[in-house]
C-alpha cells in the first residue's frame, strides 16, 4: 500500500520472512567483509581515521575473489587480469562499502518487527531504492550458490517436494517479487 504523498509505503512480512531475509543480510554482509578488508577497523581517533583512509588509498593491485559469490558482486572490470588488480585497487573497498551500506539499512529496517516477535509485521519502507538494491545483491548471491539461469522457475516447479533445494529457490522467487515490489514503488 503506498502513501500517494511520499514514496513511503507499507509491507506486511511474516516472522518467518523478516528472519529469512535478515539471515541472509547477514551472511551477506560476513562475505563482503572477507580477506581482512581495513574497513573493519573502529577508531574514534582522528589520526587513526585519518591513516585509515589513507591505506585505502595506497593498497597494492587487489585480485578478484576467490568466492564466486563475489566474483559475481565485484565482478572484473577489463578482461586483463593485471589492468583488473589496479581497477580494484581504487574501487572495491568503496563498493564492498556501498553494498554493505544497502545491506544495513534493510537489516535496520527488519530488526525493530522481529524483536516484537509478531507473527506479521508492518514495515515502512522509506527507501525502496535501497531495499531493492539491498534484495537484488541477496538475489544474485543465492543464484550464484544455487546456479540458477533465467530458465530456472521451470526447473523449480519440476522438483519434488522433498528436494532440500526447493525451499531455497522458493526463497530466491520470493526475493524477485519483493524486489519487484520495491521498482514498482521507487
Known sequence: MADPKSSTFTI???????????????????????ANFVHHYQSDDPFAQLMFAAMGNIQSPVEQPQDLVLRRLLPNAYADAE???????????????AKQKYLFYLREQL??????????????????????????????????????????YEKYELMKNSDPQKPLYAVYFWLGGLQERMISNS
Open 12 to 34: 506486511t512480512l511474516s516472522n518467518d520472512e523478516l528472519h529469512i531475509l535478515i539471515n541472509l543480510v547477514e551472511q551477506l554482509l560476513e562475505l563482503l567483509g572477507e
Open 111 to 152: 530488526l525493530p518487527a522481529v524483536e516484537k516477535e509478531l507473527v506479521k509485521a508492518d514495515i515502512q519502507v522509506s527507501d525502496p531504492s535501497a531495499w531493492a538494491i539491498a534484495i537484488n545483491d541477496l538475489r544474485l548471491a543465492l543464484a550464484v550458490r544455487l546456479d540458477i539461469e533465467q530458465s530456472s
Open 83 to 97: 589492468s583488473s588488480a589496479e581497477f580494484r585497487k581504487y574501487t572495491e573497498m568503496s563498493l564492498r562499502t
